[in-house]
């Protein structure tokens, strides 16, 4: 069966990733060590911020929330709780 993918699982992935273009890229000599640090903590700046914004939007944490056994209820504006598949979110 299918589960989905976490963001830890994701994290690692990239990382590999990352490690595994790096290595190429300083090898070939396209560019310095320095330089790939330096591009590399630019784009995760830039991954982090954006994954941020996406992760801790309303919705998104309503349905986080809505995963939680103890939580009964979750009261929610129309628009939102309409487009959460869960008997616990209301409008």
Same mark, same amino acid.
Do not use: C, H
């Given at each position: 069966?299918?589960?989905? *993918?976490? !963001?830890?699982? @994701? !994290?690692?992935?990239?990382?590999?990733?990352?490690?595994?273009?790096?290595?190429? %890229? @300083?090898?070939?000599?396209?560019?310095? !060590? $320095?330089? =790939?640090?330096? @591009?590399?903590?630019?784009?995760?700046?830039?991954?982090?911020?954006? =994954?941020?914004?996406?992760?801790?939007?309303?919705?998104?944490? *309503?349905?986080?929330?809505?995963?939680? /056994?103890? +939580?009964?209820? *979750? %009261?929610? /504006?129309?628009? +939102?709780?309409? &487009? *959460? /598949?869960? $008997?616990?979110?209301? &409008?």
């Amino acid at each position: 069966m299918f589960r989905a *993918i976490n !963001g830890d699982q @994701v !994290g690692s992935m990239v990382r590999s990733i990352l490690i595994f273009l790096g290595t190429g %890229v @300083v090898a070939k000599g396209y560019m310095s !060590g $320095e330089m =790939w640090l330096q @591009v590399v903590s630019g784009l995760t700046t830039a991954a982090v911020a954006l =994954w941020g914004f996406w992760a801790n939007n309303d919705k998104n944490l *309503i349905k986080s929330a809505a995963q939680v /056994p103890a +939580v009964k209820t *979750i %009261v929610a /504006p129309p628009v +939102v709780a309409n &487009s *959460i /598949p869960s $008997e616990k979110v209301v &409008s």
